[in-house]
């Protein structure tokens, strides 16, 4: 199996019946995954009569130190990979199965995007899920921000019908949407709490939140939390993702002149300043924290990589003295 094709996001099976999901779109050292699920007897779910369970990102990385030390930076070797699960390959199937999946589905493509740009992603990709599972739904490139939109305006829709009580006033009901099919709302106080907690960033509750309620990429269906995810399309790639050399840290302040793919992982911010050239955030609560044209500011380790140098935002799991800002946004508030 040579130069196998996965992005971020997609997972696969090793020989050793391991599910990865994919960490990053650099393959040429093997393939950059985090090791999600394992066989186990007594674990709680199950996908071709193997019982599995599911690791949180510290047991993940000690059963790989324990069982797999030469696998270093998590890269597998593509000759230990028996099956890859594409995430644009599971969502037809899924949507059959899941009306809350098919509910997303058929507002995404009435608002122009193919079911080939959208994916799954998550426990439901190789059918591990459970109840409870959050749905974890991918759209690729350029896509992604029609969607996000689509599911912004069906949050508002929402809000309003949830209001009025009259579905003739919103553009839901405009849509002939079948009145037992699940909406899209908001995410409750409750649940931003979680995630907030669960994060554990540097930023308080009130400006974390000023960030989160613009980036409309989050919402509930049928009481079940779910994720617009980016990945990048085939167009966008191949990319090299390497370390660079840790300087220092620092904080500066400037201007994004590109966020184009500020909701990738890593979120990368192009920035106009006399020294660093880009701003890389490893952490999911600073992805999409800024748009274009926007001043910010961001604290984090200065990386030297070639010719250039960049500020890396998240340099571990719960980055502590780690942050990003958008000062423009904050200003309107």
Known sequence: MHHIKVRLRDFFITNDDWIFAVSGYDSTDGVQAVLRYIPDKSGDRELDGVRYRKLDFDESFEFMEENRPSWKRLCVPENEISQVLRADERIQSLAEEDRRVAAIVELLEGAGIPIGKMGI?????????????????????????????????????????????????????????????????????????????????????????????????????????????????????????????????????????SADLAFDNPAVYEIDHPVISEILCYTHTYAGQALAGEMVEARGMMEQIGDLRRLVVGTSREPVGEWMRSLTLLERK
């Not at 998550?122 to 459970?130: A, C, F, T, V, Y």
């Not at 931003?192 to 994060?199: F, G, L």
Request: glycine content about 6%; some cysteine; charged content about 30%.
């Open 121 to 257: 992603t998550g426990s439901m990709l190789p059918g591990l899920q459970i109840e409870g599972s959050d749905i974890d739904f991918v759209v690729y490139g350029k896509y992604w921000f029609l969607a996000r939109d689509a599911v912004m305006q069906e949050m508002q829709d929402a809000r309003k019908m949830q209001k009025t009580g009259r579905a003739e006033n919103v553009r839901a009901a405009d849509r002939n949407r079948a009145r037992s099919q699940p909406l899209i709302t908001e995410i409750s106080d409750e649940m931003w709490r979680r995630i907030y907690a669960k994060r554990v960033p540097e930023i308080s509750f009130e400006e974390f939140m000023i960030h989160e309620l613009r980036k409309g990429n989050r919402g509930m269906i049928e009481g079940t939390y779910f994720d617009l995810l980016f990945v990048r399309d085939w167009d966008q790639l191949p990319v090299r993702q390497e370390r660079g050399t840790d300087l220092r840290r620092c904080t500066i302040t400037t201007r994004v002149t």
